[in-house]
């Protein structure tokens, strides 16, 4: 649980939090046209790229662990059913039992 918690605070909600007051302060130091012609599209493909090294690092600190245990725990045994509605949907008929 604390992992989960460390990861939500880390990756949610400091990022979040940042933002917010970077576009508060940005817009109040150098006007709200600045920020949507200028820093808006400048911040784009760095977003996009900061996301992609996100996913990137989650996966590469996990591989281990994803490597080892391939099918889930008995412990998240609910864990593939997120994917229910999904399944069921695009089989009809074919029930998942969660």
Known sequence: MEVLITSVVVF???PLVAGYLT???LIRTRGE???????LPTLKPVSIAALLL???LLFAFQGQKITREPVPHPA???TPCVANPISSSSSPGKEVVC
């Open 12 to 14: 949610v909600v400091i």
């Open 23 to 25: 576009n508060r302060w």
């Open 33 to 39: 046209d600045w920020f949507k012609t200028v820093f």
């Open 54 to 56: 996100t996913l990137v």
């Open 76 to 78: 998240h045994r609910h």
